[in-house]
């Protein structure tokens, strides 16, 4: 099969497209989906871009090479005998490999409360390295023909969302999940900082999981503005170099700022905010931004740099911190609600009621052989106006 390899092989570009065996399923409790769509993250562009600070903590949790790509949706052509789901099943893959999937007996102490998603047997290296699809070796990933799942990392896809689309649950159930980390109170006002597919996947999540959450979106470009208007938020603010933007934000909120030139911050500013891109200004902006007890969750994934943190202590913010998908205990009042159930299926069940509509985010598609293009395309959003960009290896 073929597939996009992260291998070092060439310096300038670590990435290359090969031709890998197809691998066997681990056991009968696994299943091979042929890849309809795979999405390129900004956790992937990390890798080609360099525009977070480094994660060194996570450095020893996957193997060399591996095949890229966790956002993925496809459909089931071979199921082990202990597969409840059927050849033909259109599914969504959850790309975490934690315990259960992996044939770990006894769980973990992490898994056998649920938390799979902070499963301490992800760097076990049991089935494969690497702690998700997207990262392993001999599984496949989203960046490729094929990919291998265990039965509880797949989720049928409603009939209401299309194959191109598809992928867009791995955003949304990321937002899913930290949302229900620590859920902002009905009728709060929600900022969003970063107006990027997780930032937008944000949107989507709060107005189906929490609809009485007023949403702000503070974007970057005018074409990320555009989209987030589109997906339904209540403002949306363009940052600006001398930011003025906070200035805007303050009048939304009907509060006022205090500090000099660009160091400034609200003083009342919105009980619940969301760092989206895991740029060291991004970070710095939430913290800034948030009200006095307020929360800020961290999505964006970042690494090692240099943020403000006077806010955290002088605000006494709650700083909350949120990776990969899980099922989650509490409830929403939204469409998504109830307990218990899987970030990936209340994701979908965002999808499935258009709130992240693939015709505003996926603007760019892309064949395997194209994989050169579709990473540079992704990171050049200034200029190819870019939000999410998909592979369809089919």
């Not at 197809?22 to 525009?51: K, M, Q, Y």
């Not at 939304?252 to 200004?281: C, H, K, N, S, W």
Request: net charge negative; charged share 20%.
């Amino acid at each position: 099969m073929r597939a996009v390899q992260f291998d070092m092989s060439d310096l300038s570009f670590p990435a290359l497209l090969v031709e890998l065996p197809e691998p066997d399923l681990p056991n009968e409790a696994w299943a091979r989906v042929a890849v309809a769509t795979g999405g390129i993250c900004g956790s992937d562009l990390h890798l080609f871009s360099h525009n977070t600070g480094p994660s060194p903590t996570l450095y020893s949790l996957g193997g060399h090479a591996f095949v890229f790509g966790h956002e993925i949706a496809g459909r089931i052509i071979e199921a082990g005998a202990d597969c409840p789901h059927p050849v033909g099943t259109r599914v969504a893959v959850d790309p975490c490999i934690p315990c259960a999937a992996r044939g770990i007996d006894p769980l973990c102490a992490t898994c056998a409360r649920g938390w799979t998603s902070s499963c301490l047997n992800l760097d076990s290296g049991v089935v494969s390295s690497g702690r998700t699809l997207g990262f392993t070796e001999h599984l496949g990933g989203g960046w490729s023909e094929q990919v291998l799942a265990h039965a509880s990392m797949l989720h049928p896809l409603p009939d209401a969302v299309t194959d191109r689309g598809a992928s867009l649950h791995e955003p949304v159930s990321i937002a899913s999940h930290g949302l229900l980390r620590a859920a902002p109170h009905d009728g709060d006002p929600v900022l969003v900082v970063g107006a990027g597919i997780i930032g937008l996947a944000t949107v989507a999540a709060v107005k189906g999981l929490f609809p009485s959450c007023p949403v702000t979106v503070l974007a970057r470009h005018k074409h990320q503005a555009d989209a987030a208007k589109a997906c339904g938020a209540d403002h949306v603010v363009l940052t600006d170099a001398s930011n003025g933007h906070f200035e805007e934000l303050a009048q939304i909120m009907g509060v006022r700022q205090v500090g000099m030139g660009t160091d400034t911050m609200l003083m009342g500013g919105f009980p619940y905010v969301v760092e989206a891109v895991g740029a060291p200004r991004s970070v710095t902006e939430a913290l800034r931004a948030v009200a006095h007890r307020g929360t800020v969750l961290l999505l964006g994934a970042a690494g090692v740099s240099e943020v403000d943190l006077t806010p955290v202590w002088y605000k006494e913010a709650a700083l909350i911190g949120s990776i990969d998908h899980s099922v989650d205990s509490g409830s929403a009042p939204g469409l998504a609600g109830g307990p218990d159930r899987h970030s990936v299926d209340r994701a979908l069940d965002v999808l499935a009621a258009g709130l992240l509509p693939e015709s505003v985010v996926v603007t760019h598609e892309f064949p395997l052989e194209d994989y050169r293009e579709a990473i540079e395309t992704a990171i050049d959003r200034e200029n190819s106006h870019a939000i999410k960009v998909v592979f369809r290896p089919e």
